[in-house]
């Protein structure tokens, strides 16, 4: 019998690696040490966060999949049982790669579409606001990790949209500044927070 997926389980440990992140940026910040520091930290934290949204969207896709396969099994004529398998539900999120990837926010979402259908995909009950700062998280990730051109002219694009800001900063900057727009995820704290309230938030809802 296949195993099933704990989806409460899956959204706890990702929460938990959230709150992780951010207490010991927290704590850096506290404790007042040198301010490039802070900032490094600060990158290093967005990167980890990151990740762990990551691994929740593998795990949450997964999830779905094993539950609610009726369009996977109409598509391939698939009769006499409910739920797909734990495993066969990863190789098909995977794609038979070795690992989960997707190069944004909507190519995740169109991903769910392919495999779920659209009446039964969680990512698309991400409000647009949110999706935007989730795809910022995505960007600031890729210009810290690559440096290259086309990632910072990818995240100056984004947070010209996002945040309305013309001269964009480095990634580092950016994160530790205090976002104080009346329509901010965590006002009058760093972007750093934001992003991870509306990341938080996200897996609390989906």
């Not at 709150?19 to 900032?39: G, H, M, P, Q, T």
């Not at 966060?49 to 997964?62: G, K, P, S, V």
């Not at 989730?134 to 910072?152: D, P, Q």
Request: one cysteine or more; aromatic letters at 10%.
């Amino acid at each position: 019998m296949s195993s099933r997926v704990d989806l409460n389980g899956i959204r706890a440990r990702a929460v938990k690696e959230l709150d992780y992140a951010l207490s010991l940026y927290n704590r850096a910040v506290k404790e007042k040490i040198d301010f490039k520091l802070i900032r490094y930290l600060g990158a290093m934290a967005a990167v980890d966060i990151h990740a762990t949204w990551e691994r929740f969207t593998e795990d949450r896709l997964i999830a779905a999949l094993h539950y609610d396969p009726t369009t996977f099994f109409r598509a391939n004529e698939i009769r006499g049982i409910k739920r797909l398998p734990v495993g066969l539900a990863t190789i098909l999120v995977r794609e038979r790669s070795i690992y989960f990837d997707f190069r944004s926010t909507d190519a995740l979402i169109d991903k769910a579409d392919r495999l779920l259908g659209k009446s039964a995909n969680p990512f698309r009950k991400i409000p647009a606001d949110d999706r935007g700062y989730l795809e910022t998280l995505f960007k600031v990730r890729n210009c810290i990790g690559h440096r290259s051109k086309l990632a910072y002219s990818n995240y100056k694009s984004l947070i010209r949209k996002i945040y309305g800001i013309r001269s964009a900063p480095e990634p580092e900057e950016f994160l530790s500044a205090i976002d104080r727009r009346v329509n901010s995820p965590a006002r009058n704290q760093s972007r750093l927070h934001g992003l991870i309230v509306v990341t938080r938030r996200t897996i609390l809802h989906i």
